[in-house]
């Protein structure tokens, strides 16, 4: 079946971003990234820096909450944190905008929330941890913190959100159409692969 | 830098041995399988059915073996098994053919072996368990065991092996520069895209 949606999930610094951001113009797809947040913030409430946080890293101590499988959170409504509720709220969203329009979404378990759709291509964006940091402190400078810690941080949050979300483990191949690693194909090169396969009809004929 | 080498990991009943071959004739490489095989059999005096099952697989009784580190094996010397020698002779010859020409090798954890070369591209095909388990009853036939059961054991085994000669996880998105998913993409569209990325050169810019 012809795809119309890509689903791009990503290790931090891996250059995911901007991969479905370049993809988004090639492809002539509206972009969700930014642009999801705000409507997130528009529909729920949420201010857009609680969602880009909340929506996809468990945070401090409901990181450990999410691995026993409690909420552990002091104001929940009916056992229900604000993560649950956000998490909620951001899958009728992103389930609307699949209906709506062909597009690239990136990050917020889109890849799981939409995988009953048989339009959708997942991809999955890594690269080997000193491109990674370096890439990390080009775009966003140094802090105190060394950028292999800061990157272990990061990837670490979304893997125990995404398992507390979904039930699957984050980054696994099977869950992806398409893994690849930036930092030794490059971006652009990610982006024509994507774009090639987003294009491809699959095999009428299967080669033995 | 230029790509000269293709490895191809695959999950049993994928289709990875047919894209491996189908990489081959479209780049024009040699391709490295039963010949691999025939030429470990040629230098070592195993018997190809031997080096078939042992060389990529974990063996009954040493699969907990292997899990638990030792090789309990009674046929040992200086503490090696058949199995160790045939892993140090295939390494040497997977070596070997490396340095003497562009190829594709399919299995074989050449994908470690050959891991600090930079002109290899690593590339892991797999596929949904439903489409794996008619594709094997149609290639190899019926037979007692259920064809899930018959992936499960066969995924399993390759999986202890490579965990016991490279002390990595089998299929993690970070050893492979492509991971593709055959059942959705079919297996010529992972053909176009290897080969694709096989030619391409890595970004002489960095994208924002």
Not at 55 to 82: C, I, R, V
Not at 163 to 185: E, K
Request: proline share 4%.
């Amino acid at each position: 079946m012809a795809k119309r949606i890509i689903t791009v999930s990503r290790e931090f610094g891996s250059g995911g971003r901007t991969v479905g951001r370049l993809l988004a113009e090639k492809l002539n797809l509206k972009y969700y990234d930014k642009e999801l947040v705000k409507r997130i913030s528009l529909e729920t409430g949420f201010d857009p820096g609680y969602i880009e946080e909340h929506g996809e890293y468990a945070q401090g101590k409901s990181a450990l909450a999410y691995l026993f499988g409690g909420t552990g959170h002091p104001d929940f409504m009916n056992g229900m944190t604000p993560a649950d509720f956000l998490w909620c709220m951001q899958r009728k969203i992103i389930l609307e905008i699949a209906d709506k329009e062909p597009c690239v979404i990136v990050g917020r378990c889109a890849d799981y929330i939409l995988k009953d759709r048989p339009d959708v291509l997942n991809v999955f964006i890594h690269a080997p941890k000193p491109q990674r940091a370096e890439r990390i402190v080009k775009l966003y400078g140094e802090s105190d913190v060394a950028p292999e810690k800061r990157l272990d941080d990061k990837d670490a949050r979304r893997r125990v959100n995404y398992r507390h979300f979904t039930g699957r483990d984050w980054g696994s191949v099977q869950n992806y159409h398409l893994a690849l690693d930036s930092g030794a194909l490059g971006l652009e090169t990610c982006v024509d692969l994507i774009a090639a396969a987003f294009r491809a009809e699959p095999d009428a004929k299967e080669t033995k």
